[in-house]
């Protein structure tokens, strides 16, 4: 059986890219193709455990406890969703995964990207995405849209503009990754764009 295709999406706080990633698994769904919608932290049961302690704007967890049990949901995230699937031919889509992990923690956290970097090979089980999409939104924008809302969005924003730097940077870097500029009010627009970047890509 043929590999399915792994589609990560990205994005500071309020980029929408939760939003653009239940479109187009709505839009593959309305196709009829097989296909899986996952998040990290949270998307196992594991998962959401994780979750509730890393966004809980009462815990105060340094970097390296933030790094620790992101790597942590994300063992579970690979071994029950998304190798499994890989395996049936699948298209796995993911708000959130490692770069996340290296914009945060590393870029923004200052933690050593390349003690991250192993970190996220193991808990990835070296498994990389077929396309990356990174929704780029200006971290003054994002942060009015997210402001306490959780503990990530309250970092500040010097915080955020290192996280937006990295993503912006990232997308240069990887041949696979995308950037998609944010359009407030227009969703529709940014899909269609993602949309078509599946199609010449990937074949989809």
Same mark, same amino acid.
């Given at each position: 059986?043929?590999?399915?295709?792994?589609?990560?999406?990205?994005?500071?706080?309020?980029?929408?890219?939760s939003?653009?990633?239940?479109l187009?698994y709505?839009?593959?769904k309305?196709?009829?193709v097989?296909?899986?919608?996952?998040?990290?932290?949270?998307?196992?049961?594991?998962?959401?455990?994780?979750?509730? /302690?890393? #966004?809980n704007? %009462?815990?105060?967890?340094?970097p390296l406890?933030?790094l620790?049990? +992101?790597? @942590?949901d994300r063992?579970e995230s690979?071994?029950?969703?998304?190798?499994?699937?890989?395996e049936?031919?699948?298209?796995i889509?993911?708000?959130?995964?490692?770069f996340?992990?290296?914009?945060?923690?590393?870029a923004?956290?200052?933690?050593?990207?390349?003690?991250?970097k192993?970190?996220?090979n193991?808990?990835?089980f070296?498994i990389?995405p077929d396309?990356l999409?990174? /929704?780029? #939104?200006?971290? %003054?924008?994002?942060l009015?849209?997210?402001?306490?809302?959780?503990? +990530?969005? @309250?970092k500040?924003?010097?915080?955020h503009q290192?996280?937006?730097?990295f993503?912006?940077?990232?997308?240069?870097k990887?041949?696979?990754?995308?950037?998609?500029?944010?359009q407030?009010?227009?969703?529709?627009a940014?899909?269609k764009e993602?949309?078509q970047?599946?199609?010449?890509r990937?074949?989809?």
């Amino acid at each position: 059986m043929k590999r399915g295709y792994y589609i990560i999406f990205e994005g500071g706080e309020g980029s929408g890219k939760s939003t653009q990633a239940r479109l187009l698994y709505e839009y593959l769904k309305e196709k009829n193709v097989p296909c899986v919608l996952t998040k990290e932290p949270g998307g196992t049961k594991e998962g959401k455990e994780i979750r509730s /302690i890393l #966004i809980n704007k %009462e815990n105060i967890l340094n970097p390296l406890s933030e790094l620790f049990l +992101f790597e @942590a949901d994300r063992v579970e995230s690979y071994l029950k969703i998304v190798k499994p699937n890989l395996e049936q031919g699948k298209i796995i889509l993911k708000d959130r995964s490692r770069f996340s992990t290296e914009a945060h923690q590393g870029a923004a956290g200052k933690i050593n990207p390349e003690i991250i970097k192993e970190l996220n090979n193991l808990s990835t089980f070296n498994i990389n995405p077929d396309l990356l999409i990174i /929704i780029d #939104i200006s971290p %003054e924008e994002g942060l009015k849209k997210e402001e306490d809302s959780n503990r +990530f969005a @309250a970092k500040g924003l010097e915080y955020h503009q290192k996280v937006n730097q990295f993503y912006r940077e990232l997308a240069e870097k990887l041949d696979f990754a995308i950037l998609i500029k944010y359009q407030e009010g227009n969703p529709q627009a940014m899909q269609k764009e993602i949309r078509q970047h599946l199609k010449e890509r990937l074949g989809i």
